[in-house]
């Protein structure tokens, strides 16, 4: 089954709370531009720094380039491409991820390849960012032990 | 030789050699054989495995007419004769292997007919045996299955299509929010944008869930439809009692019952049953017929216990409630709501299309 988040979950004082992703520094990736600096906005909104990347390739780069605390993942780039390169990078650098999709059944298998949460487009801002602080407490959690 | 015998057309009355006497079926005699070739409408084929080449021995009538070849023209060929530019190695292979190892198998392929039109080809062939058990023909049967694999293409496009205009919306309702999002923030009313986006949503809920369902073939089942709308307001699966049969629905129909419990959703989240761990919401629903009218009406019933109690009716709907109401009524239908101490219960009725 995949994890699906619902409004019910943003209530979640702690997410949503401004300020819930303050200084972390994130990556984003979604080629849709203008999904992408809605995201964008809101992230920097919660407090943190965010790149953005609208292709696999400068993902790609990023992601090598740069140690993040965390990521959103747009799961089809383009016409030919998933997230699936840039989800491995940032796994095997023990950074945590969100997926953010408007095809998880299309992309089943790649999704389901991922423990990550997907957050469903289209998606309440708050959706996203209690994703994903939920996965940055985990990750820290789990370095702190 | 039987073979040489076999060579005559099917239908015709053939002297038979007798070399199928003793076999376990006393009727599979030359004749018998020669005339069930001749009406089957099952291609058939035999083909001599001692020749390196494996030429065709026998092949019936409905093998000629399958192909459009005279049968003067294809014994003694390998039925390789068939294939042609669009035909897959691999399933020739597969036959090839299965004639070495003296298999049985069925092979899918595109084949070519003497005036050059493609059909695809069922192929079955395996071994025949004499009684002691050497080889004698290779039997071959092939079906054309052309309209077979058309309807599967079709298919296949078909569920292609609907994947792409599935994630094409929900991409279309994401940018949408997120220009609303942006808008919004930058408004006076920066709830505004918020307001609208949980509708917007609501929509792509409602019409993501009906997206497989065909609302050409009659009634749909809208149960998933209305979990999807009301399930994200709750993280209890419990909360949600939904009972109800089949429905005419509409893409029309679809937005307004979208909007309209997207409505009664949030406003139990804010003052009714959702407010509370132990609430509950029941949704029934039915096809009926008001009096005296054609039109079929679908009736929703919601009803919400557990909440907070209630004390009479609120001073003033929301904006979102006002619109709800004047949708359904300019929809010919109507929503009645009613706040007893125990709860909301709110009655829908929807003229729906026929």
């Known amino acids: 089954m995949l994890k699906h988040h619902h409004e019910s979950e943003t209530m979640d004082e702690h997410a949503t709370a401004p300020g819930a992703l303050k200084d972390t520094r994130l990556l984003l990736v979604e080629d849709e531009v203008l999904i992408a600096m809605d995201v964008s906005d809101f992230l920097e909104d919660a407090g943190a720094r965010v790149d953005h990347a609208v292709s696999l390739g400068r993902a790609l780069a990023l992601a090598r380039a740069n140690r993040y605390d965390g990521a959103v993942l747009d799961v089809t780039l383009g016409r030919h491409d998933n997230c699936v390169p840039v989800a491995e990078v940032l796994h095997a650098d023990g950074v945590p991820f969100i997926l953010h999709s408007g095809d998880p059944e299309r992309q089943g298998e790649v999704v389901a390849a991922f423990t990550a949460p997907l957050v469903r487009k289209p998606s309440a801002p708050e959706e996203v960012i209690a994703a994903l602080s939920a996965e940055l407490r985990k990750a820290r959690a789990t370095a702190e032990a | ?354």
């Not at chain 2, 030359?30 to 291609?43: I, N, P």
């Not at chain 2, 004769?81 to 049985?104: C, I, K, M, S, Y």
């Not at chain 2, 923030?185 to 993501?208: C, F, M, V, Y």
Request: a negative charge; charged letters at 25%; aromatic letters at 6%.
């Open chain 2, 1 to 354: 030789m039987t073979e040489q015998k076999l060579h005559n057309q099917a239908g015709r009355t053939v002297e038979h050699s007798g070399d199928n006497a003793g076999t376990a079926f006393p009727g599979a005699s030359g004749v018998l054989f020669e005339q069930a070739m001749a009406q089957t409408r099952m291609a058939v084929t035999l083909s001599d495995p001692h020749d390196p080449d494996h030429p065709l021995v026998f092949v019936n009538r409905a093998f000629l007419e399958l192909t459009g070849y005279d049968e003067d023209e294809i014994l003694g060929r390998n039925c390789r004769f068939l294939q042609g530019p669009g035909t897959d190695p691999e399933a020739v292979a597969r036959l090839g292997r299965a004639v070495r190892d003296n298999d049985v198998v069925v092979v899918e392929l595109l084949n070519y007919r003497k005036n050059g039109a493609a059909f695809w080809n069922a192929v079955h062939i395996g071994p025949i045996y004499h009684e002691d058990g050497t080889l004698r023909y290779i039997f071959g049967s092939q079906w054309d299955v052309t309209d077979v694999h058309a309807a599967r293409s079709e298919e296949r496009h078909a569920r292609l299509m609907e994947r792409e205009i599935s994630h094409r919306m929900k991409n279309m309702f994401a940018v949408i929010s997120s220009i609303v999002n942006m808008l919004g923030k930058t408004s006076t009313e920066p709830a505004l944008g918020r307001d609208i986006n949980e509708r917007i949503r609501a929509l792509g809920r409602a019409h993501e869930a009906t997206l497989q369902l065909s609302f050409q073939q009659g009634r749909v089942d809208p149960t998933q439809m209305f979990r999807e709308l009301v399930g994200p307001y709750t993280s209890d699966p419990r909360a949600l009692d939904l009972d109800g049969g089949a429905v005419q629905l509409d893409s029309n129909s679809v937005s307004i019952l979208a909007l309209t419990l997207h409505e009664l959703a949030t406003n139990a989240v804010k003052h009714g049953a959702l407010s509370s761990k132990r609430g509950r919401v029941a949704l029934s629903w039915r096809m009926c017929r008001a009096d005296g009218q054609d039109q079929p009406l679908l009736r929703l019933t919601w009803t919400e216990r557990g909440g907070p109690p209630l004390h009479g009716d609120p001073e003033r709907l929301g904006a979102g409630s006002e619109i709800t109401t004047r949708m359904l009524r300019a929809a010919g239908g109507v929503i009645r709501r009613r706040w007893d101490t125990a709860g909301l219960t709110a009655e829908i009725e929807l003229p729906l299309q026929c």
